[in-house]
């Protein structure tokens, strides 16, 4: 029967759905982060009578079809990249960018990743960092007992370095753009890779350009709303319940019929 299969595939939809859902949740402290949802597309249709066919020899036309759809397919998974609520942190290297824009992140086999996670440290050469001691790009170095450092909302480093009243500057911090943010690929550590359908990456430095600004001491959260996962949660699990009553009862529809036919 036609409805085992087409309940069949709505149940792995959802399955998936909660998938989705349950990474969401997981991540819900997670610097930088950007949610997902599921979008669903209709499987194909199967055609008994067609729209618009002739219903005589006088010319009148079937005003609707007769269709009989497959089920349903995930048809993407694509990310909100909406701003997350900024909280501070009391350290002079977090950096949150409000506004658009990434993180440009050298990774050890040369490539650029790129991240809204602006936790970084400095390495032993005081070269400024990611948690996973990727380099930020440009490169950014504050000497050994450089005091005071600042990171303007234009992303212009400065400190006090010894032997100076005045402050130095250090370097430029620059973000990139992208025309389609959510055709970026997720690889993890909170970073993300430039693709075909994300396009080339526009670099500019912060506030310039409808580049956000940058905010010191800072740190964005993830833009994961509880309340509005565990309602999504909910729904998702009533669908699953649904299309699984679906199965019970085209499963009870096929047990009749063979009783029928042992009789």
């Known amino acids: 029967m036609r409805a085992l299969h087409t309940a069949a595939t709505g149940m792995m939809a959802q399955e998936l759905n909660v998938q989705v859902i349950s990474n969401n949740i997981a991540n819900v402290r997670t610097t930088g982060y950007k949610r997902q949802r599921v979008q669903f597309q209709d499987l194909l249709y199967e055609s008994l009578r067609r729209s618009g066919s002739a219903t005589s020899d006088q010319g009148t036309q079937l005003p609707a079809g007769l269709e009989v759809g497959s089920g349903v397919k995930t048809g993407s998974t694509p990310r909100v ?36 996670d602006g936790s ?29 450092v600042t990171i303007g909302a234009s992303g212009q480093v400065q400190a006090t370095v010894p ?8 370097g430029q911090i620059q973000l990139a753009r992208f025309v389609n943010k959510t055709g970026l690929e997720s690889m993890g550590d909170n970073l993300f890779l430039e693709t075909a359908a994300s396009g080339a990456p526009l670099d500019g430095n912060p506030g310039a350009d409808g580049f956000g600004n940058l905010q010191q ?7 994961v709303n509880a309340v509005t996962e565990i309602s999504s949660l909910i729904a ?15 499963d009870q529809m096929l047990s009749s019929t063979s009783q029928m036919f042992r009789g």
């Open 81 to 116: 990249m909406s701003q997350g609520n900024l909280t501070s942190t009391e350290k002079e290297y977090d950096i949150a960018i409000r506004g658009d824009g990434f993180f440009r992140i050298r990774l050890p086999d040369g490539r650029t990743a790129y991240s809204r």
């Open 217 to 223: 001491a800072y740190l964005e959260e993830a833009n």
């Open 163 to 170: 032997g100076q009243t005045l402050p130095q500057t250090l």
């Open 120 to 148: 970084f440290e400095l390495d032993s050469q005081g070269q400024l960092v990611t948690r996973e001691g990727y380099l930020v790009e440009p490169g950014i170095t504050v000497p050994q007992g450089a005091r005071s």
């Open 236 to 250: 998702a699990q009533r669908a699953y319940e649904m299309n699984s009553k679906v199965i019970t009862a085209a």
